[in-house]
């Protein structure tokens, strides 16, 4: 009943078939790193708080050759019919790289103007995707952290994996404009099979967390909406809570606990002080949750879901009339632990937490019930990014 996901041997397949057909060459390097989805901890890694992601078995595949010279070719066959799936550019000597036209291919340039070796040589590469583009799964993550483990292998850096992660961060503040936290590049690199990782975002370590019941599911459920505010609104979001920090006389909300924020509260605008106390909120149910799935105390994790999601609908207001249908329907079914937004919000998807046994009946009431047209995925913590071997 869910949807059919190509594997990662399929996606590779199709990429060296393109690669072959417009370049009369076999491809040599092939690259792949995963989406995520966030179980809880939501906003509150640019506020240096924790997160609790897993990465998904959903990934983005690059297939490639080096060449000599500094000219780059870069295909993509996953469809944007308002841009031209190919961009051709030539590198500079000092590596940097300035965004442009397609908008898609500005991943890829700040990841080579941020690589830890520049500069790097010429190639032509094809990308292939099964991450929902625009999802809230990542697909943007999965694109940067894909290239970047490509362009190792053309020309091997020394960072270690979370200065990649960052470096994949800087890409898509520089070249994509998006402020966003380290949440989603680090579970990109990082992420371990049968494992949730509970990332600190201030201190940038994770601790797995065991995430491999066979009774449990976690199903992904894509609203297939996306409001147009999410860009916008996550800047917003991020002044917001540094404005709030700034008050409370903090380096970021990660210092800050309920009390310091009632002492202040006549000098902050209740918008600020509601998005403040959501994050402070959110960090400590992280840090709960992450307890609780260690213990297997799947009812007090998704009981923290819940109020993640309320707290992200009422008080960080990022959620929308979609995706609290999805939560609040999926709620309704028997055997679901709990429900709630996952990624920046404005859509996207909701993740679920329920036993095995419920996943059918909870995909046709939620199928029955939504007023839109949804899309699940069943899935399992993954392995983060990796070099494929082209035998
Ligand atoms: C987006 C961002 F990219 C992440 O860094 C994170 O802030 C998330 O929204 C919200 O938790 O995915």
Redesign the pocket.
């Known amino acids: 009943m869910a949807a059919s996901c190509p594997s990662v041997s399929t996606l590779v397949a199709a990429a060296r078939c393109v690669f072959g057909r417009l370049f009369g060459e076999e491809a040599e390097v092939v690259a792949c790193a995963p989406g995520r989805v ?1 179980l809880i ?6 506020n240096q708080g924790f ?1 609790l992601p897993m990465a998904l078995p959903l990934v983005t595949v690059v297939v490639g050759k080096q060449t000599s010279g500094q000219n780059v070719t870069i295909v993509t066959t996953t469809e944007d019919a308002d841009e031209p799936l190919r961009v051709d550019f030539s590198l500079s000597s000092d590596g940097s790289l300035s965004p442009g036209l397609p908008s898609w291919a500005n991943y890829v340039k700040g990841v080579i103007h941020h690589y830890r070796a520049p500069p790097v040589p010429g190639f032509r590469a094809v990308i292939a995707s099964s991450v929902p583009l625009g999802g ?1 799964l ?1 697909s943007s ?1 999965s694109l940067e952290v894909a290239f970047y483990t490509f362009l190792q292998q053309i020309k091997p850096d020394d960072a270690d994996k979370v200065s990649k992660a960052v470096a994949c961060q800087q890409a ?1 503040h520089t070249h994509a404009g ?1 402020p ?5 590049q680090f579970v990109s690199v990082l992420g371990r099979e049968h494992h949730a990782l509970l990332i600190d975002c201030r201190s940038l370590k994770a601790t797995p967390v065991p995430l491999a019941d066979s009774d449990l599911v976690i199903l992904i459920t894509n609203s297939n909406v996306k409001h147009s505010l999410a860009s916008s609104e ?1 800047a917003v979001r991020r002044r917001q809570c540094e404005e709030a920090a700034n008050i409370l006389g903090k380096a970021s909300l990660r210092e800050a606990t309920v009390k310091d924020l009632e002492a202040v509260r006549d000098r902050l605008d209740d918008t600020t002080y509601r998005r403040a106390l959501h994050v402070i909120e959110e960090i400590e149910r992280t840090v709960q949750a992450a307890e609780a799935l260690k213990r297997g105390a799947y009812k007090e994790f998704g009981q923290l879901m819940m109020e993640s999601h309320n707290s992200l609908r009422d008080l960080y207001e990022v959620s929308c009339r979609e995706l609290d249908e999805l939560v609040s329907t999926a709620m309704e079914v028997e055997g679901v632990f709990g429900s709630r937004m996952t ?3 404005f859509g996207g998807c909701t993740v679920t937490l329920l036993l095995a046994h419920a996943i059918d009946r909870t995909i046709l009431h939620l199928k029955e019930r939504y007023s839109g047209t949804p899309t699940f995925y069943v899935t399992t913590p993954s392995e983060g990014a990796r070099v494929l071997s082209l035998s």
């Open positions: 966030n901890g939501e906003h509150t890694d640019y997160v809230g990542s993550a898509e998006v966003c936290g380290i949440m989603d996550y990624g920046g919000g």
